[in-house]
C-alpha cells in the first residue's frame, strides 16, 4: 500500500503557544530577563499558526507544500525542546529556593551558592557543553523565530493568494479551521453499542441455528466459520450473534478471544483460558495451561469464539482445540473469522458463511443511520439525501466505509461540505483500494488535533487493545491535547478527543462486557500509511511505518523483538531525536544499554519500559531526562526507584503497577512537583505515604493513601496541614493516623473541604479503643441516604449530641443499632428501607416518622416525650402513645409541620448563633459522613469521613454549604463554639 504521509503542525503551534504562556516561562522571562524575546517569539507561533491551520489540507494536491510543513514541524520540535529546558530550568529554581534549611546540609550550601554567586548559566542538554549562559539566551530564542521566518517567507510567497481565497469562504471551511476550539465548547455525544444489523439477518440467523440446534452434536465441538475480506462486517456480525438473548441463555459460558497473526498454540491457549477465568494464570508451559483450560470447561456447555484468525497452519488448531474437545459438553460451539478461506477447511468447519459485501439498500440505511439524526432530517433536506446516495455507491457495498464517512458528515447540514466529500480527489484510486480510498477521506475531514491522535495510535500492533485513559495520557504527554480554556481538564478534553475518534469509527469497542477499545485492520493500516516518516514500530523482528529517513523519526516502538535475531541498540542508533520510546521486551535480559539510551535521547516524554520482567534496575541516568512527560514501569522487575529519578521535574504520570519486588521509593519524590498521576495497585500505596514533600505535589490527582506522620523538626506537629495545597486531588483517598492530629484547629490545616473532586474519602485512627465515632461527640444532625449495600449500621453510642437521625433508601437495611445511649436524640426519621423489620427502644424522642417501610409490624414503647408520630403503611402493633404526643398520623399521606414553641426557640436560636454543625451521608454504594461548621464572622469548613464498618464504605459528596438544596432547611444549633475531629 503506497504511503500517503499527513504532515500536521497547526496543532503543535496552539501546544507551543499554550507553553509559551504558561506561569513558568513567565518566570524564566522574569528571571532571566527574556521577555522581550519570548513576546517576539509569541507573535511568531501566531502568525506560523495562522498560515499552517489556512494551509495544511492543501498538501494533498501539492508536495511542495507537504515539504514546507516538514520543516516547520521540524522547528517546532526543537523549539518544543528548548522551551522545556527553560521551563526546567524555572522548575529547579524554585525547588532550590523553597528548601528548608534543615533538611540538608548539602542543599544548604547549594542554596548559600545561588544567592551568592550572579545568575551566569544554568544546565542545558541541547549543545555540547551541557551549559546556557545568560547571554546565549536571547540569541537562541532569536534563532527560533528567524527559522519559522524564513519558512513563513515561503509558504507566504507561494500560498499567500490561496489562503485569502480560502478565507473569503468562510462559511464552508471556517468550521474545519476552527474545529480545535469547537470541539473544546460543544458536547459530544457517543453510541458506545450499536446493536443494529443492516441485511445481515440471514447469515446471523444461519449460524444461530446452528449454535441452538441438537443436530451438530457429536465427538468434537462443532466449528462455524464467517469468511470476509477486512472491513467486511466479519466481527460485528459474529459479536451480534455472540450477545443474542438467546444465545446468552444457551450456554453456560461464552469467551472471546482475537487471535489475529498469532500461531502461538501457548499463547492463544493462555488467551482462551484469560477470557474464560477473567484473570491472568501464572502459568507459562503449554501442558499444565491445557490441563487448567479443561477443568473450566469440564461438564459446561460453552461458546468459544477465535476472532480474526490469519494461521491456515492444521496443526496449530488441532492441538488448541486438544482440551476443548476432551471437556466439550454436548451442545458446545466455535465460531471462526477469518480472511482466509483455507482456515475454514482446516477447522473442518460445518458450516461456512462467505460475506459478501453489503446490497446497496442496506448501505443506504447504515448511512443514514450515521449520518442523519432521524429519517425526519433526511426527508426535509433532499439535496443532502441525494449526494449521500452517490456517497454511498462510492463505498461499493463496504460497511467500514459506510459507517465512516456517514460518522464523518453526521448532523452537517452544508452542501458544500457533502459535494467536497463526494467530489474529492482521493477517491481517484484503483478500485480494489475503494475501502482505504474512503478511510483516507475520512482522516483527511479530521480536525488537525484528532489527526495527530490517530496517526499516534501506528505505535502499537494490529489488534491491539486500546484503554482509553492510558490513551488519553499519552497524548496529554505529547502535547496533542492542548486548550485555553480553564473549565476543563485535560484528561477530560482527551476524553472528547477519544470519543469523537470512536464516534466517526476510527475506535471499535473490543467487547460489549469490556472497556477497552480496537482499531479495524484496515483503520491500522490508513494510521501506518498518514504516519509514515514520523513514526516507527519494529514488531517481531519486522519494521512498520516509516518509509524514509529515520533520523527525522520522532516516535519508536518495539514490540517482541528477539535479541538474537534483532539486536536492539543496533536498531535504536539510527534515530536521532525521539519523543516517545516504547520498548515492550518481556524476553530481553540485555538492558545495560538503557543508560546510553538516556544520554543520547534527553528529549523524550514519553518512556515505556512496561512488562519488561527482566528489568530489575533503572540507570542513574534517567535523571537526564529533563523533559519527561510519563513513565510506565508496569509489570518491571525493579526493587528500587533511583533516586535520580526525583530530578524529573517534568514528570506527569508515573506507571507503576504490578511491580511486585517494588519495596522503596526515593526519598525526595516530593521534588516532581508536576507530577499528577501515580498508577499502581493499593498495597503498593502503604510503601509511598510516608515519602517526603508530599505537600509539594500541587498538581497531583491521585492520592490512595496519606499517612500522617509526626514532626520532631517542627515542634511535634502532624503532617495532615500537606493536604492543604493539594486542591486537584481526584477519585478515592485514604487519611491514616489522625491519633496524631492534636486538635480541630489543626485538622483542618487538610483544607478537604476545597477539593471537590474527591469522591470517596476515608479516614482512619490507629489504635486501640475504636474511638472513631467518639470523635464527632458535638455532632448534632446525620443523615444517610440512597446506601443500597448497606445492611448494617455503624453503633452510634458516640454521638452523645446527635438531636436529629435521617435514614432514607436504604433497600438492604435490616436493623438499627441500639439507640437508647443517645440521650439527645430527638427527632428519627426513616423513609423507604423496605427490608428494615424492628426498631430499638428511644431514650427522648420528641418526633418519630416512619415512610415506606413495610416489614415494621411492631414500634417500641413510646416514650412520654413523643409529640409527634407518622406511619405510611400503618404500623399494626402500635403502643399506646405517651400524654406528650400532639400528633398521631397512622397514615403519612401528608406531613404536619412541627410547631411546638420549643422547635420555635431552637430554630431562633440557629438564627442568632449562626453556627451548625451537619452530616451529610450519601452517594448509591457508599457511606460518607460530611461534617461543616459554618460561623457568622469566619467559614471554616472541614470534611470528615467515619471509618465504615462491615460493608459499609465511605464516600465524599459535593459542596453543600450554598446549595439551594439546603436553603430553608431546619438546622439544629449547637452550644458549643467549634467541633473538634480530632480528638
Given at each position: ?973 449547637t452550644t458549643k463554639a467549634s467541633s473538634s475531629v480530632g480528638g
Amino acid at each position: 500500500m503506497a504511503t500517503t504521509e499527513d504532515v500536521v503542525v497547526s496543532p503543535l503551534l496552539q501546544a507551543l503557544l499554550n507553553k509559551l504562556n504558561s506561569s513558568w516561562m513567565i518566570k524564566f522571562g522574569s528571571d532571566w530577563g527574556v521577555d522581550r524575546q519570548l513576546n517576539n517569539l509569541s507573535r511568531t507561533l501566531q502568525d506560523a499558526y495562522a498560515m499552517t491551520s489556512s494551509t495544511e489540507d492543501m498538501q494533498i494536491s501539492d508536495p511542495r507544500l507537504k515539504f514546507l510543513l516538514k520543516d516547520m514541524r521540524q522547528v517546532v520540535h526543537k523549539a518544543t525542546c528548548i522551551l522545556d529546558e527553560f521551563i526546567y530550568e524555572a522548575v529547579q529554581r524554585k525547588i532550590l529556593e523553597e528548601e528548608e534549611d534543615d533538611e540538608s546540609k548539602q542543599i544548604c550550601i547549594s542554596r548559600a551558592a545561588i544567592k551568592k554567586v550572579p545568575r551566569e548559566y544554568f544546565s542545558y542538554s541541547l549543545n555540547e557543553k551541557e551549559i546556557l549562559y545568560c547571554h546565549e539566551i536571547p540569541s537562541v530564542i532569536t534563532g527560533i523565530i528567524n527559522e519559522m521566518h524564513e519558512i513563513q517567507q515561503k509558504m507566504n510567497h507561494d500560498y499567500a493568494s490561496s489562503v485569502s481565497s480560502v478565507g473569503r469562504n468562510l462559511s464552508e471551511m471556517g468550521k474545519k479551521l476552527n474545529i480545535v476550539s469547537s470541539l473544546d465548547s460543544r458536547p459530544q455525544t457517543v453510541s458506545l453499542v450499536d446493536d443494529r444489523i443492516f441485511g445481515r439477518r440471514e447469515d446471523a440467523n444461519a449460524i444461530i441455528d446452528i449454535l441452538l440446534s441438537d443436530k451438530y452434536n457429536g465427538e468434537k465441538v462443532p466449528v462455524a466459520s464467517i469468511v470476509g475480506t477486512g472491513g467486511i462486517g466479519k466481527t460485528t456480525l459474529t459479536q451480534l450473534i455472540y450477545n443474542d438473548a438467546n444465545v446468552v441463555k444457551h450456554f453456560d459460558v461464552r469467551a472471546w478471544v482475537c487471535v489475529s497473526q498469532d500461531s502461538d498454540v501457548t499463547k492463544i491457549t493462555r488467551s482462551i483460558l484469560e477470557s474464560i477465568s477473567n484473570g491472568q494464570p501464572p502459568l507459562e508451559r503449554l501442558e499444565p495451561l491445557q490441563q487448567e483450560l479443561k477443568n473450566w470447561l469440564q461438564g459446561k456447555k460453552f461458546l468459544l469464539v477465535l476472532d480474526d484468525i490469519w494461521s491456515d497452519d492444521r496443526r496449530t488448531w488441532d492441538a488448541v482445540r486438544v482440551p476443548i474437545n476432551v471437556a466439550a459438553e454436548k451442545g458446545s460451539r466455535i465460531i471462526v473469522t477469518t480472511r482466509i478461506h483455507r482456515v475454514s477447511s482446516i477447522m473442518s468447519s460445518i458450516k461456512k458463511i462467505d460475506l459478501e459485501t453489503l446490497p446497496y439498500e442496506h448501505c443506504w440505511e447504515l448511512f443514514k443511520r450515521k449520518a442523519f439524526i432521524d429519517d425526519k432530517i433526511c426527508d426535509k433536506h433532499p439535496s443532502l439525501k441525494e449526494i449521500g446516495q452517490e456517497i454511498v455507491k462510492k463505498c461499493r457495498g463496504m460497511p467500514l466505509a459506510v459507517k465512516s464517512l456517514g460518522g464523518l458528515l453526521y448532523d452537517d447540514l452544508d452542501v458544500k461540505r457533502w459535494k467536497s466529500v463526494l467530489e474529492s480527489k482521493m477517491w481517484e484510486v484503483e478500485a480494489e483500494e475503494t475501502t482505504m480510498s474512503a478511510l483516507r477521506l475520512s482522516y483527511y475531514y479530521l480536525p488537525a488535533h484528532l489527526k495527530l491522535c490517530f496517526a499516534y495510535c501506528s505505535l502499537f500492533p494490529k489488534d491491539h487493545e486500546f484503554d482509553k485513559e492510558t490513551l488519553v495520557q499519552l497524548w496529554i504527554a505529547e502535547g496533542f491535547v492542548s486548550s485555553k480554556r480553564i473549565d476543563i481538564m485535560e484528561e477530560d478534553l482527551g476524553g472528547e478527543y477519544f470519543d469523537e475518534l470512536f464516534n466517526r469509527s476510527f475506535f471499535q469497542k473490543h467487547s460489549k462486557f469490556r472497556k477497552s477499545f480496537m482499531i479495524h485492520d484496515l483503520m491500522h493500516d490508513l494510521a501506518e500509511s498518514v504516519s509514515a516518516g514520523m513514526y516507527f514500530r519494529m514488531e517481531k523482528g519486522k519494521s512498520h511505518n516509516n518509509s524514509g529517513n529515520r533520523k527525522m523519526v520522532h516516535y519508536v516502538s518495539m514490540f517482541h523483538v528477539q535479541q538474537d535475531q534483532y539486536p536492539m541498540e543496533k536498531e535504536l542508533c539510527k534515530f536521532k531525536e525521539l519523543s516517545t520510546l516504547l520498548l515492550i521486551l518481556p524476553s530481553t535480559r540485555d538492558w545495560h544499554i538503557l543508560g546510553d539510551l538516556f544520554e543520547q535521547y534527553r528529549c523524550l516524554r514519553v518512556l515505556d519500559l512496561s512488562e519488561n520482567y527482566e528489568l530489575v534496575n533503572l540507570p542513574s541516568s534517567i535523571g537526564n531526562l529533563k523533559h519527561l512527560r510519563l513513565l510506565n514501569l508496569n509489570r518491571i522487575g525493579i526493587r528500587v526507584l533511583p533516586e535520580s529519578l526525583c530530578n524529573l521535574y517534568n514528570l506527569q504520570t508515573l506507571v507503576i503497577e504490578n511491580c511486585r519486588r517494588l519495596i522503596g521509593f526515593p526519598e525526595n519524590m516530593g521534588n516532581l512537583i508536576n507530577l499528577q498521576y501515580i498508577v499502581m495497585e493499593d498495597r503498593k500505596w502503604d510503601v509511598f505515604s510516608p515519602i517526603r514533600g508530599t505537600g509539594r505535589l500541587h498538581y497531583l490527582r491521585t492520592l490512595r493513601r496519606f499517612e500522617v506522620i509526626m514532626q520532631k523538626s517542627n515542634g511535634n506537629k502532624s503532617t495532615i496541614g500537606e493536604l492543604k495545597e493539594l486542591g486537584n486531588l481526584q477519585g478515592c483517598i485514604r487519611i491514616r493516623g489522625l491519633e496524631k492530629v492534636a486538635d480541630f484547629e489543626e485538622a483542618k490545616e487538610a483544607n478537604l473541604f476545597d477539593k471537590h473532586r474527591i469522591d470517596r474519602l476515608e479516614l482512619e485512627w490507629i489504635d486501640n479503643n475504636e474511638r472513631e465515632l467518639q470523635r464527632l461527640a458535638s455532632l448534632m444532625y446525620l443523615e444517610i441516604t440512597n446506601c443500597p449495600m448497606l445492611q448494617l449500621l455503624p453503633e452510634l453510642h458516640g454521638l452523645a449530641s446527635l438531636e436529629k437521625l435521617k435514614i432514607t433508601i436504604c433497600p438492604m437495611l435490616q436493623s438499627l443499632p441500639e439507640l437508647q445511649s443517645l440521650a439527645s436524640l430527638m427527632y428519627l426519621e426513616i423513609n423507604d428501607c423496605p427490608m428494615l423489620q424492628s426498631l430499638p427502644e428511644f431514650a427522648s424522642l420528641w418526633e418519630l416518622e416512619i415512610i415506606n417501610c413495610p416489614m415494621i409490624q411492631s414500634l417500641p414503647k413510646l416514650q412520654g416525650d413523643l409529640r409527634r408520630a407518622c406511619t405510611d403503611p400503618p404500623v399494626q402493633n402500635v403502643p399506646e402513645a405517651g400524654p406528650g404526643c400532639r400528633e398521631f398520623i397512622p397514615r403519612g399521606s401528608h406531613r404536619a409541620e412541627v410547631s411546638s414553641q420549643s422547635n420555635h426557640q431552637l430554630e431562633s436560636d440557629a438564627i442568632a448563633q449562626k453556627e451548625y454543625i451537619k452530616v451529610l451521608i450519601s452517594e448509591k454504594e457508599d457511606l460518607l459522613c460530611q461534617v461543616e461548621s459554618l460561623k457568622a464572622d469566619v467559614k471554616e469548613q472541614t470534611e470528615i469521613l467515619l471509618k465504615a464498618m462491615d460493608e459499609a464504605k465511605v464516600k465524599a459528596v459535593e459542596d453543600y454549604k450554598s446549595s439551594e438544596e439546603f436553603e430553608g432547611r431546619w438546622w439544629i444549633p449547637t452550644t458549643k463554639a467549634s467541633s473538634s475531629v480530632g480528638g
